[in-house]
């Protein structure tokens, strides 16, 4: 996927091209691909063998075939087959650009998964809309490939997705939105290498998954069973977007790094860094860049436990401006896992905001910075929560931002084919300081409600439902800061799998 989106003669991003390209080749791959799966005889493949620990001496795989291209890719899950015991253990430590998890439940195999979905839905309190009483029919086409490689060294996880939707009737532009991320580990007995890079064009601020779908997530985001996504990025790496503007097309860049080393078996230091810019095709946002470092220390006070020492800096510079924001800080950390079960990440400590060159003087902020993540599975239910506080990049309309967010997903498989998910966020946003005696103060929230079930060997289907809000400050500082009405979004989606295990 070297190109995730083409300008057309209008200034439009137009995502009708990657829709062709992925459909072609689905064309050109999937006789192939079934070529395999039919000279293959079914009672001789053997299930994919768990990664060997690090150290050991067992074949690495590299002289081995790669494994076709449906294995790996459950039809659906097995409520029983939930063994944490059987779970790889997570690799992030507390300083990681990577949120903790609870390791790998579906255990190491390869994966290649195309799939191609068609969206029907609605959205009321649309901007430019009377209140809540304008309601757009939507069509959304698109499509999303999942890969994963994995070797004794080494894993290679690949995640796209994107599409275009089409209003009815035609009263908001029909833009794409495109999602690539590629991740790359390298681990050796004492040394870890993670490198990443992650690009999002967008119409919409992704908070709350408006840009493509709503909050329901139904455009496609909400995973299926043993979809290959990479972890979750620490939202102190990766430019903000929890403020809702006007229909404006932005791009998203991150590019991150981290190195880790084992001192001892209780003991590791970790380097990370990421490089972020957030740009807007249409003239009257804040286009910004931005650089964020980060050391750590952390020491195991047993097997399940273990505290660390954090220190940050932080730099984002605003383009066609001088104005540019410094940020300082210090955390203790505390996390415990349970691999297959729990992981608990929670790290404190004071911030110093620095605001140079802007029309209200330089500004010097004390505050408090955390970043917290839970996540916790059981055989059926899987419960995620995150919060974050202290400085963000300001989403395109303001300088910076002292902010608070948090977002919450719970999901229940309630048999092997129906699964249902909820999720909701509240994001907080004031700016550093009132420029021309006005201060600026932004609440957002969402909550959506997503039911989805396994049809065959290659239909998903998904239904749901979503609601955001945002409520803005008196004076808009940018060219639109979207609207105040309740946005409702329903649809369902169908998501067709090219190959699908039997």
Not at 192 to 204: C, G, K, N, V
Not at 318 to 333: C, K, M, N, Q
Request: charged residues 15%.
């Amino acid at each position: 996927m070297t190109r995730l989106w083409f300008r057309s003669q209008d200034g439009v991003v137009n995502g009708w091209k990657t829709i062709g390209a992925i459909a072609l080749a689905l064309v050109l791959w999937g006789p192939s691909l079934r070529a395999q799966v039919r000279q293959a005889d079914p009672r001789s493949v053997n299930p994919s063998s768990p990664i060997q620990p690090i150290g050991t001496k067992k074949n690495d795989g590299y002289n081995k075939p790669p494994i076709p291209s449906e294995r790996g890719v459950p039809k659906g899950r097995d409520l029983r087959g939930h063994d944490p015991s059987q779970a790889e253990p997570d690799q992030h430590t507390l300083a990681s650009v990577e949120d903790t998890g609870v390791g790998s439940l579906e255990g190491s195999h390869n994966r290649f998964d195309p799939s191609v979905m068609f969206t029907q839905g609605g959205q009321s309190g649309y901007p430019g809309s009377t209140a809540q009483t304008g309601l757009a029919s939507m069509t959304l086409l698109g499509g999303r490939i999942d890969f994963d490689r994995t070797w004794k060294h080494y894993r290679l996880v690949a995640f796209y997705n994107g599409g275009e939707t089409v209003y009815h009737p035609n009263i908001l532009q029909n833009l794409a939105y495109h999602n690539f991320d590629i991740g790359h580990e390298i681990t050796w007995s004492r040394w870890m290498l993670r490198a990443r890079y992650d690009f999002l064009a967008s119409p919409q601020a992704d908070f709350g998954g408006q840009g493509m779908g709503g909050p329901g997530m139904w455009g496609g985001i909400s995973a299926g069973p043993g979809d290959a996504l990479p972890a979750v990025i620490g939202t102190n790496f990766v430019p903000s977007e929890t403020i809702l503007t006007g229909q404006a097309m932005r791009l998203r860049h991150t590019a991150l790094g981290e190195v880790d080393y084992a001192w001892s078996r209780r003991s590791r230091f970790t380097l990370a860094g990421s490089y972020g810019m957030l740009h807007f095709d249409s003239s009257g946002y804040l286009s910004s860049r931005g650089f964020t470092g980060q050391a750590g220390y952390e020491y195991s006070v047993g097997p399940k436990n273990t505290i660390g020492v954090l220190g940050t800096y932080g730099r984002t510079d605003f383009d066609g401006t001088r104005i540019f924001a410094d940020t300082y800080s210090a955390e203790l950390s505390f996390g415990r896992k349970i691999t297959g079960r729990l992981a608990l990440q929670f790290a404190a400590g004071p911030q110093q905001i620095r605001l140079l060159n802007s029309s209200a003087g330089d500004t010097r902020i004390w505050t408090w910075a955390t970043r917290d993540a839970l996540t916790y599975q059981r055989r059926r239910t899987g419960l995620s929560l995150s919060f974050m506080h202290g400085f963000a990049g300001g989403s395109g309309v303001l300088f910076g931002a002292r902010s608070q967010t948090f977002t919450a997903t719970l999901s229940r498989q309630f048999t092997r084919l129906w699964m249902a998910s909820v999720s909701s966020g509240y994001a907080i946003n004031s700016g550093l300081g009132s420029f021309s005696g006005i201060s600026y103060s932004y609440n957002t929230w969402f909550s959506g409600v997503n039911v989805g079930h396994e049809m065959g060997r290659h239909f998903h289907v998904n239904f749901s439902y979503g609601i955001q809000h945002q409520t803005n400050a008196a004076v808009c500082p940018v060219v639109s800061c979207g609207t105040n009405a309740n946005q409702h979004t329903f649809g369902m989606t169908v998501r067709w799998h090219l190959l699908r295990a039997e």
